[in-house]
């Protein structure tokens, strides 16, 4: 199988060194790594520039986005751009085990109904591998009621290239990538997890998506979500429907979402604690049981 890398950068001058050695070092080889900075002002393209050149990497290449896209298109447009057979997103400051490619490559090309494969991933600088027991097996994950919960980082996913050519007209550029692919392999029951620690994982409290999850901590900012997951549940459905899917578990799911985002709607517009009851019946539609709590919190402050 041909295997792709797509790797994003911006402003990571600090890390992007050490991620860059891991994808180098690894014991089966990808066969094209592309590296799109979404215009860094720090020494991030020097880096990255200087190291393919240093390593006569011709399989790599470093693409400057002529205009700042965000991480959400830049990550996006950078996987459809791949042409492997299998594609791995790839943050700028992570570490990869050496056997990451070798041991998700075997898995992708033995079984064939998997589109989108998970690992585990550990903590960086901590002992913690989560989100499951490390035990080596391959388990699917299945459509429970909750699509929005996503317990796995982008940069464990292993993606089907044909699974993003078939799927990737329905994006929409306020959809995370590894949201978006997870919520499609969650509705084609092609999503599987690895449950083998396969990456260090740092957390960075000032990366974009910490700062989006504390800006998130009000009531405006909760009805905005919402409308994200109304366009999300939308896209699902004009799925279903174009592809003439008859499958009833999978409307009623997406159905019970709905009814579950009109009743937080209705809670935080017209403060209504009769509603926050209601909504105990929709309590595994949460992402997080307790945001539940959270919600009669941020209704009464």
């Known amino acids: 199988m041909v295997i792709s890398v797509v790797m994003t950068t911006y402003n990571g001058e600090e890390y992007v060194t050490t991620q860059l050695d891991s994808l180098l070092k690894q014991t089966k080889s990808a066969d094209e790594i592309l590296i799109f900075d979404d215009g860094s002002t720090d020494s991030t393209v020097e880096t990255v520039r200087k190291y393919i050149e240093d390593y006569h990497l011709d399989h790599w290449k470093l693409i400057v986005n002529k205009i700042n896209k965000g991480w959400r298109r830049n990550f996006f447009e950078g996987i459809c751009k791949a042409k492997g057979d299998i594609i791995f997103p790839c943050d700028q400051d992570d570490i990869w085990e050496v056997n990451k490619l070798e041991l998700m490559e075997k898995v992708m090309r033995e079984h064939t109904n998997i589109e989108v494969l998970v690992s585990n991933y550990r903590i960086y600088d901590t002992d ?134 009109d009743l937080r709607k209705r809670l935080f517009t017209y403060k209504d604690v009769k509603t926050w009851f209601r909504m105990f019946r929709y309590l595994k539609y949460y992402p997080k049981r307790r945001q539940y709590i959270y919600d009669f919190y941020y209704m009464i402050k």
């Open 128 to 261: 913690k591998i989560i989100p499951c027991r490390n035990d080596g097996r391959i388990m699917q994950i299945k459509l429970n009621g909750n699509i929005f919960f996503v317990p796995y980082p982008g940069c464990t996913f292993c993606i089907r290239k044909s699974f993003v050519d078939d799927i990737k007209k329905y994006w929409n550029d306020s959809f995370p990538h590894d949201a978006f692919f997870w919520r499609f392999a969650l509705l084609r029951k092609t999503l599987f997890s690895l449950n083998i620690n396969l990456i260090d994982w740092r957390i960075h409290n000032d990366s974009s998506f910490s700062v989006e999850k504390t800006l998130n901590k009000n009531v405006d900012k909760k009805l905005k979500w919402i409308e994200y997951a109304e366009v999300a549940i939308a896209s699902l459905q004009d799925y279903l429907n174009e592809n003439d899917i008859n499958d009833d578990n999978l409307y009623n799911v997406l159905d019970r979402n709905k009814e579950w985002l």
